[in-house]
């Protein structure tokens, strides 16, 4: 019977969704693999090799050098079934012609050392364990008799050790390294079971959150008594719709005729723009609709928005980009009073979305934080309404992070 590793790859989707959280990159893009991979990697240039690979893109490398010498991928078990994630198909071919480059010496010398050493494996198996052994954080001699064991089917004991002595004394530079790092990563894919494994985290994700709504407004709201309700409002029967409910998202929807080709995403965002009272809502609006909708949308206006809704959009905004000037001040300003530990905790993300939180409709904002992060302290909010009396808020950035996640 296989072993089952569904905890494994549990745990190493996790690490893998926290990194590119931290450090600002798309979790669903499964090209974001190679770029856990290289900020993992010992005895490289990061930077260097990033930019071999990516053209652009914003890469919070703070995050990364403040975490340097940790493994931010897991143990053995985690980084092993990350690497069986990566398909080298065709390498065999195209390292016979690359392999013996000057740029590739380490690379190179690697495989010979494989050979030498007894253990028959195949060129994509040579290019996982390469990976594996420059692994920071992570002993070479155990990582690798792990992994040819499980590769090969039985013992590798003394091979690893031979090979891992002959490694010992290796002169290589991180020119070297990093030539053989970028190499390898060029001629990989990663495999579409890792997209399928992290769609159903992502599902996963959601159905606990959605359920977690559902138990907070229970708890909450509790279930209300008639004469509750006939206490509070005694022209119940007779009242118009008014106020919240005028202003409710169903409502709003409904008012403004949506067509049925517009998704529930955008009408969400589209409210979500209509809500905030800080911004010109003809320009963003105009970003996220084309000039067929932008109109009717504008005609409704928002005064008491949803605040479910309102935090559900919230929620879902990730930060993509490099920090604009106005979230650097708002990182430095409001979160004095925050005790280190959950200053550690915090992402770009979590930060972006308290900014967009503390520009809400009067007392709003102070919900729409809670639901992002529960501390809310007395300084917090002193801090927080000082800063938006004082900070316009930045509409660019809003109009961006909504169009690109």
Not at 46 to 54: D, E, H, P
Not at 55 to 64: D, F, K, P, S, V
Not at 364 to 373: A, F, G, I, Y
Request: charged share 20%.
């Amino acid at each position: 019977m296989e072993p089952d590793t569904r905890p494994t790859v549990s745990t190493l989707i996790a690490s893998y969704v926290e990194f590119c959280r931290h450090v600002a990159i798309d979790a669903r893009d499964i090209g974001s693999v190679k770029k856990i991979l290289i900020a993992n990697t010992k005895c490289v240039d990061k930077r260097a090799v990033y930019g071999a690979l990516f053209a652009g893109g914003y890469l919070h490398w703070q995050h990364i050098e403040d975490t340097a010498g940790t493994n931010s991928i897991g143990g053995f078990d985690a980084c092993i079934a990350l690497v069986g994630f990566l398909d080298f198909e065709g390498i065999e071919a195209k390292y016979k012609v690359a392999g013996a480059q000057q740029n590739l010496v380490y690379l190179f010398r690697f495989a010979s050392d494989v050979v030498a050493c007894g253990l028959p494996l195949s060129m994509a198996q040579v290019a996982c364990a390469a990976l594996l052994a420059n692994l920071q954080g992570l002993a070479v001699l155990n990582v690798l008799e792990q992994y040819t064991s499980r590769e090969l089917g039985s013992a590798t004991h003394r091979p690893v050790c031979a090979l891992a002595a002959r490694m010992a004394d290796y002169r290589f530079g991180t020119a070297e390294y990093g030539a053989s790092l970028v190499w390898l990563l060029r001629q990989c894919a990663v495999r579409a079971e890792f997209a399928h494994e992290l769609q159903t985290f992502f599902t996963q994700k959601e159905t606990v959150a959605s359920a977690m709504r559902l138990r907070h407004l229970e708890v909450g709201s509790g279930r209300p008594r008639l004469l509750d309700k006939l206490a509070r409002r005694p022209a119940l029967a007779t009242r118009e719709v008014k106020g919240d409910a005028m202003d409710g998202f169903q409502n709003w929807v409904a008012r403004v005729r949506f067509p049925n080709t517009i998704s529930q995403r955008l009408k969400r965002r589209l409210y979500f723009a209509m809500s905030q009272p800080h911004v010109d809502h003809a320009t963003v609006v105009g970003a996220l609709a084309n000039a067929a909708l932008a109109p009717a949308v504008l005609r409704e206006r928002i005064a008491r928005p949803e605040e479910s809704v309102l935090c559900e959009v919230l929620e879902g905004l990730e930060m993509r980009q490099a920090p604009f000037a106005e979230l650097t001040q708002f990182m430095r300003s409001c979160f004095r009073a925050f005790p280190q530990k959950d200053l550690r905790e915090l992402t770009f993300p979590v930060y972006t979305q308290l900014y967009i939180a503390s520009y809400q409709h009067g007392d709003l904002w102070k919900s729409c934080w809670t639901r992002v992060h529960p501390l809310l302290s007395y300084q917090v909010i002193r801090d927080v309404e000082e800063f938006t009396a004082r900070t316009p808020f930045n509409q660019h950035a809003l109009v961006e992070i909504l169009q690109t996640t």
